[in-house]
């Protein structure tokens, strides 16, 4: 399996390296447009080989894919604590339950047994 886990990693070097070399050529990236710009009088520029846009924007919509799926599950990990919690308070009952009766027996089946 590690080999395979290699294979892929080295199959996906080669395409983000070719990737990187077919896409060397400079691009202006703008804050805003040219017409809006000149209205707010922000014109913020960079210049930058094109492949680290293309890269930065797959990596800026992994993280907004991971914040937005953890903030999707909130409601299933806060509902895994609470039915942990209380499957931790009835553990802790059941062993009350089982000190008070002495001999290991469930509180209910002694009753039971006790009444034959």
Not at 23 to 45: C, D, F, Y
Request: net charge positive; hydrophobic share 55%.
């Amino acid at each position: 399996m590690r080999y395979i886990r290699y294979a892929f990693m080295g199959a996906l070097a080669l395409c983000l390296i070719a990737v990187a070399l077919a896409n060397r050529q400079v691009v202006a990236l703008k804050l805003l447009p040219e017409g809006l710009a000149e209205i707010v009088g922000l014109n913020h520029s960079i210049e930058m080989p094109l492949f680290l846009v293309i890269f930065a924007g797959i990596l800026a919509g992994l993280l907004i894919g991971f914040v937005w799926e953890w903030l999707r599950e909130y409601k299933h990990r806060a509902e895994a604590a609470t039915k942990t919690a209380e499957a931790a308070r009835l553990e802790k009952e059941l062993h009350r339950v089982k000190r008070r009766t002495g001999d290991g027996r469930d509180e209910v089946l002694a009753l039971l047994d006790d009444g034959r």
